[in-house]
């Protein structure tokens, strides 16, 4: 009994020590976030659209000499559009230790201002929601109080997607100095100057400098958090194929008084057409459309797992129902999606006119699956089309293609992106869960949740294809974090749990 108590009270005492050691770290990587929260926020104050190379260039400046100031050395890579990525690799690379290559991207979605409940989205503010649930701005001094508030949110372009995990990744290595320890890995990292145009450049940039990417495994660091908040780990990641789809009608606009009834409205038959495309439940209606798609029992169980909260994704869409491509949020990402990201035919409000359209334009994205090939579909809905009877034509329609055809169509190919996929028992993943559930994580004690695929897109078949790496997504923002859309905003409580998750990611080693 005497030598079972000593031993509970030693077990007692290294799990003091743990918790102790926990508490510590988690006091370092708070004080080295605030400490790097100027630096974000100046990160943010650069305008990046990948159409702008100017604005893209000073983006790589700032983070060439933001990684440098560490102790990385970094490689500019030039591509013929004027926008450069950056990979840079941490001094003191052991040919004995495994080499992981952290993926994030720096470039962002385009904006609109008049849509941002702020005056400029570059020109990033501090909010917290007011009494009755309402964001509110606050001075920027409230992110460097004491005690630090995780409530606080920054809005900004790319605040959360993707500019934030490049930060979170340097205040883990700020701390590992701050320590003076030695990464259990050798670290390279490859900064996108593309991501959310594609990345056209990335593989031919990848294959032309080959020898400076080679790594054990990739560790894409993009993507928002489980609802739930816990830690995450997600293994596959769906592929998007655009194409643009448009209607043709009158070779000029004409008086809707005069030809309506008459002259048939392309709007009207765009609708139609979209409208031919998918059932009231959201299942695409167009053949062999989700052949290949197969989930057995024990895919079902490791979806069901991830435990989301269906009433809650539902109030914070706003909406009564969703489809019912799947069962449930995750096997409904398992299938291709069908997705129509924008019309238009003439104008809107105050510039609306009585007119009968001359054409009406739909952008589509399809979200696809490893199972599903992108151009496979797009030719599915390209001979969908052609059997609601129109006509296609690669151009706009000559006089005589007029003059022979009712319905006349253009469906145009735009950017693919392959989806990719891991095994869930791959050893990447089983690092990332020892890394996640080790004393350093943000929440060792906490399963983490493994997502087969997540529903958007990184460019990772580019990078698997060119390196042959293994690799798994490690998402460490806010899910609610408007990405894509206006009022982009980063958590800052995230911000510190995500740099706690690099930090375990960088001190946990790999297995060779």
Not at 101 to 110: E, V
Not at 177 to 201: C, F, H
Not at 209 to 235: E, M, R
Not at 265 to 275: D, E, K, Q, V
């Amino acid at each position: 009994m005497h030598r079972l108590n000593s031993i509970a009270a030693g077990l007692c005492v290294l799990l003091l020590q743990a918790n102790a050691f926990a508490g510590s770290q988690a006091t370092a990587i708070t004080a080295a976030t605030q400490k790097n929260l100027p630096e974000y926020l100046e990160l943010l104050s650069l305008p990046n659209v990948a159409a702008e190379p100017k604005d893209i260039e000073r983006n790589v400046v700032f983070l060439e000499q933001s990684f440098q100031k560490r102790g990385f050395k970094t490689h500019r890579l030039e591509n013929p559009a004027g926008r450069p990525m950056l990979l840079a690799e941490l001094d003191g690379a052991r040919a004995s230790v495994p080499t992981i290559l952290f993926y994030a991207h720096f470039d962002g979605q385009p904006i609109v201002k008049e849509e941002w409940a702020q005056k400029d989205p570059f020109e990033p503010v501090v909010k917290e929601r007011n009494a009755q649930g309402a964001w509110q701005e606050v001075p920027r001094e409230r992110l460097f109080a004491k005690p630090f508030d995780p409530e606080l949110r920054v809005f900004a372009r790319s605040a959360s997607d993707d500019k934030s995990p490049i930060v979170m990744l340097l205040t883990a290595v700020d701390v590992l100095q701050s320590q003076r320890k030695t990464p259990a890995i050798n670290v390279k990292v490859l900064l996108d100057s593309e991501e959310e145009m594609g990345s056209p450049s990335l593989a031919t940039t990848v294959k032309a400098h080959a020898q400076l990417f080679k790594a054990d495994a990739l560790i894409v660091l993009d993507g928002p958090l489980h609802g739930s908040g816990k830690p995450t780990l997600v293994f596959g990641n769906r592929g998007i194929t655009q194409a643009t789809l448009t209607v043709f009608g009158p070779t000029a606009p004409l008086h809707s008084g005069h030809f309506g009834n008459y002259v048939p409205n392309p709007a009207l038959r765009l609708a139609s057409l979209l409208a031919s495309m998918k059932d009231d439940d959201g299942r695409v209606r167009v053949e062999g459309y989700y052949d290949g798609i197969e989930l057995s029992d024990a895919d079902r169980q490791i979806l069901r797992a991830t435990g989301d909260d269906e009433a809650a994704l539902l109030k914070r869409a706003g909406i009564a129902k969703a489809e019912r491509v799947g069962a449930t949020y995750q096997e409904a990402l398992q299938y291709p999606s069908l997705n129509v990201r924008g019309m238009a035919s003439a104008s809107v409000g105050a510039k609306a006119s009585n007119i009968v359209p001359s054409e009406a334009v739909a952008e589509i994205d399809i979200r696809t699956t490893p199972e599903t090939d992108g151009r496979r579909l797009f030719e599915l809905l390209k001979r969908h089309i052609e059997k609601q009877g129109y006509h296609l034509v690669d151009a706009a329609p000559t006089k005589e293609q007029r003059a022979n055809y009712d319905k006349l169509a253009m469906f145009k190919l735009g950017s693919v992106e392959a989806a990719a996929r891991v095994p869930m028992d791959a050893p990447v993943g089983r690092w990332a869960m020892t890394a996640l559930k080790s004393a350093t994580a943000p929440a060792p004690k906490a399963e983490p949740v493994r997502i087969r695929m997540m529903g958007g897109t990184v460019p990772t078949d580019v990078l698997v294809e060119a390196l042959g790496l293994p690799f798994l997504l490690v998402p460490t923002v806010n899910a609610d974090n408007n990405q894509h859309t206006f009022d982009e905003n980063m958590r800052l409580g995230n911000f510190v749990t995500g740099a706690e998750t690099v930090y375990s990611l960088l001190v946990t080693k790999y297995p060779k």
